[in-house]
């Protein structure tokens, strides 16, 4: 099998070894649950429930209308005990329900449903009932992203899981080889696609075997391959993905349905085929859990909304308090550092690391040395260092012109730069600052 890649990239140390060889631990018993109200990227939710109120496991508590939307589920059969803004792990507070678990076993699931014999918008239908969005880390709206306006003709399975530290999805594979390749031909059901790839990363070479056999016993006859990819990161970055896969490129502001693909992550895929099967809501999260400041690391599903906090206060995750130096959800190259563990797992949790203060070491930064190093590594072919000389500049619009809003955060300039300059932060903040300007414009040409 031939490996492919992409252009650029950096390789960080993996740490993916202390967690790749655990198999997933379900903790299904939590006393009580925090859960966001608006964890999706769209338009905001309002509560459907006041405090008070009785809940099954799989309810509906939070909607809206617009088709950037999807509902929130209660993930555990309880009493509605507060509603109320909670630190989120984006680091802002917003509208959470907690609900505080009465032991029962109540459950509201939707119907079963036939993926493979409705229609495409009764497909489409159930999997925003679901509550299901890319769990990769986006949390877009899955309904959306399998309804695109142009044709398409394959359809990725994200594999990679190049984020160092986390190993949830390669244990997936792994575990539940059938249900994510019935993923896979669902998606491809639903978008009439002719084509499927299953993309890993080679250090998960382990998991093709598993998966080819799944492909032939629960492919229900559809086009899926397995496809190795050089371990390299961010290669399970969407556009990088697409572009180690097929070779074609994103255009600049572009989405993959122009070049004709649709790419899904691995728990979007399994939890599509539950949502399917067993009416299951969205309302269990698969992550890993790890960091030398965390003495048992793990592979876990719990519920959303479920604190971190609770975990350890349990015992069921053990954090060596002397050691802890940062605490991160998601990867250590773009999840968020959050000021404590008190915080809830929500539909994009992928993973959260329990880092020692030597692996949270804070570096000075200094001036760039125009090594170039940086514009070799970008997977996007940007020119980091002219990026950065613009923004500390001010000078926004030649930021722009330079592919500032065709950054994504990956990281890979600032692990690189040996002046430690902290790129992806600057250009974190230049677009928000940039995309404020533009809208502020925009107002002002109304008036």
Known sequence: MAVKSFRGGAHPPERKDRTSGLPIEYLRGAKSVVIPVNQHFGAPLQPLVKV??????????????????????????????????????????????VVEADGSDGVDFLAPLDGFACTKDEALARIREAGI?????????????????????????????????????????????????????????????????????ENKAHAVAGLEKAVAEKGRGFDIEVQLLKTKYPQGGE???????????????????????????????????????????????????????CASPKNVVVPI?????????????EVT???????????????????????????????????????????????????????????????????????VAGDWEDAEKIGLLDCVEC???SYVCPARIQLVQRFRVGKQLLRAKKQKEAQNACK
């Open 52 to 97: 008070g109120d009785q809940v099954k496991r799989g309810q509906k508590i939070a909607d809206a209308d617009g088709r950037m939307t999807v509902p929130v589920h209660a993930s555990v059969a309880g009493v509605v005990k507060k509603i109320e803004p909670r630190t989120q792990s984006n680091n802002v507070d917003g509208p959470c329900i």
């Open 411 to 413: 990281g890979t300039c």
């Open 133 to 201: 969005v890319g769990m990769g880390g986006a949390g877009f709206p899955a309904h959306v992203k399998l309804a695109p306006s142009k044709p398409i003709a394959l359809v990725i399975a994200n594999g990679a899981e190049c984020e160092p530290y986390l190993t949830i999805d390669e244990r997936v594979m792994i575990e539940r080889p059938g249900d994510l390749v019935e993923g896979v031909a669902l998606t491809m059901k639903i978008v009439g696609a002719p084509k499927g790839v299953i993309a890993v990363e």
């Open 321 to 391: 308090e002397a050691e802890l130096g940062r605490v991160i959800f998601g990867g250590p190259m773009m999840g968020t550092a959050v000021p404590h563990y008190a915080i809830p797992v929500q539909k994009n949790t992928s993973g959260v690391l329990l880092v020692s203060k030597k692996e949270a070491e804070h570096y000075v930064e200094h001036s760039c040395i125009r090594c170039g190093r940086c514009m070799r590594a970008c997977s996007c072919r940007l020119s980091p260092a002219l990026l950065n000389q613009a923004l």
């Open 239 to 293: 556009k990088m993905l697409i572009s180690a896969v097929t070779g074609k490129e994103v255009p600049s502001g572009g989405l993959p349905m122009d070049v004709g693909c649709v790419v899904q992550n691995i728990g979007t895929l399994v939890a599509m085929v539950e949502a399917f099967r067993e009416g299951k809501p969205l309302i269990e999260r698969g992550l890993t859990i790890s960091g030398a400041a």
């Open 305 to 317: 909304g479920t604190l971190v906090s609770d975990l350890v206060a349990e015992g069921k995750v």
